[in-house]
């Protein structure tokens, strides 16, 4: 219902505020994601692969929803999802030409992807590889108090970690939607991209009112309140309390990580068995 709707968007009060205060699109692109998968619901197929592309196309955080539309049954709404994936960036190298798009992918996306563009350790990102690093990266300023130096563990923990969730949401995505659970298969690829991303910021939460949608909607009563008041705790500042922890204790700082991968295994755990754990 509308006022429950209301409820779940406006929860995460922290990550609006900050969504709005530094501009972000990402209140736009959680929008888009909602619609594209009401769409996926209603069948309308290419306008659901142009919807959830658009959600995807200026902040790839959701792009692995593109795995769910691999089947002939869903060539329409692949088709939707590419050209609104892509359209944009194409209209903007139209416009300013491919400099921008050079610049970025060899100067910018090589350090993201490593999330070692700006502070590789801090717990502001609450991300697999940030906390990877608090553990096994010795840096006498920024990190030095390491549980163990081990560049290496540091470096495939990370990687391994963010691939796993990534590929866990994807195949527990594609069981969502071969039972014809089409929206719960969005929300559980929404949900596990933004837990392997290797930058997550306050404002990316917002991408989260679907999944937070679904599980409300699937459990309703107690357990759909007790759903939407984490959500609200999530989003809030109460998970940056611990943000000052190190050694042993470090991996409080990342709180938030355990409280969003928590969030995508629970809309995904009845679409969860030994053969995609193993997958």
């Known amino acids: 219902g509308p006022w429950k709707a209301a409820v779940?968007?406006?929860?995460?009060?922290?990550?609006l505020r900050n969504?709005?205060?530094?501009?972000?699109?990402?209140?736009?692109l959680a929008a888009l994601l909602a619609c594209g998968a009401l769409a996926l619901e209603r069948r309308r197929d290419f306008a659901a692969g142009l919807l959830l592309g658009l959600g995807v196309s200026f902040k790839p955080y959701a792009l692995a929803l593109g795995f769910l539309f691999l089947g002939r049954e869903k060539r329409s709404a692949l088709t939707g999802f590419v050209v609104g994936a892509l359209s944009p960036s194409l209209l903007l190298g139209a416009l300013a030409g491919a400099g921008p798009f050079v610049e970025f992918g060899t100067k910018v996306l090589p350090w993201m992807l490593r999330a070692q563009i700006q502070d590789p350790f801090s717990a502001v990102w609450g991300s697999a590889s940030a906390l990877s690093n608090r553990l096994f990266r010795l840096e006498p300023d920024l990190n030095p108090q390491p549980w163990l130096v081990a560049p290496w563990l540091a470096r495939f923990a990370g990687s391994a970690v963010s691939t796993a969730l990534l590929g866990l949401g994807v195949f527990a995505g594609r069981r969502a939607f071969g039972s014809g659970r089409?929206?719960?298969?969005?929300?559980?690829?929404?949900a596990f991209s933004v837990a392997a991303s290797p930058f997550t910021a306050s404002y990316h939460l917002v991408l989260l009112a679907l999944p937070v949608a679904v599980l409300a909607a699937r459990w309703p009563g107690g357990a759909g309140i007790a759903v939407v008041l984490f959500w609200a705790v999530l989003g809030s500042s109460s998970f940056a309390a611990f943000r000052g922890a190190s050694g042993v204790l470090a991996p409080l700082a990342y709180a938030r990580l355990f409280g969003i991968v928590a969030l995508a295994l629970a809309v995904s755990r009845i679409f969860i068995d030994r053969r995609v754990l193993g997958a």
């Open 8 to 15: 779940i968007v406006l929860a995460p009060t922290l990550a």
């Open 19 to 28: 969504g709005l205060a530094f501009g972000q699109p990402y209140p736009v």
């Open 182 to 190: 089409v929206v719960d298969g969005a929300a559980i690829v929404i």
